[in-house]
Nanobody, 125 residues
Framework: QVRLRETGGDSVQNGGSLRLSCAFS????????MGWFRQAPGGKREGIVA???????TYEDSVKGRFTATKDYAKNTLYLQMDRVKPEDAGMYYC???????????????????WGQGTQVTVSS
């Protein structure tokens, strides 16, 4: 059983920066692939970052070069540094985890069984 909890969602200005955190615990019995997902109102939950067991991230094109995912093993926390934020980045952000053999974008929400409750990001102009 993997437990996840996101924090850090807030209102951020267009072009600004924000850092999200995902505290995780549990998980055994195989490699754990973690991911960050974004869901705009009325939209699909889309995977934007996948992070493998070694902490190596891959990024979906819309966030590549602007977002940086890191994993702090000592704190059992996953971070998503969001820079040069755009209006289309607004939405609910979720952290996810599961035992997956492959852990690179593109990733689908249906592949993951463990989810946090989400944290809201709004972008103001």
């Amino acid at each position: 059983q993997v437990r996840l909890r996101e924090t850090g969602g807030d209102s951020v200005q267009n072009g600004g920066s924000l850092r999200l955190s995902c505290a995780f615990s549990g998980g055994s019995g195989g490699p754990v692939c973690m991911g960050w997902f974004r869901q705009a109102p009325g939209g699909k939950r889309e995977g934007i970052v996948a992070i493998d067991i070694e902490g190596r991230p891959t990024y979906e094109d819309s966030v590549k070069g602007r977002f940086t995912a890191t994993k702090d093993y000592a704190k059992n926390t996953l971070y998503l540094q969001m820079d040069r934020v755009k209006p289309e980045d607004a939405g609910m952000y979720y952290c996810a985890a599961d035992h997956l053999s492959g852990c690179r974008v593109p990733v689908e929400s249906t592949w993951y069984n463990y989810w946090g409750q989400g944290t809201q990001v709004t972008v103001s102009s």
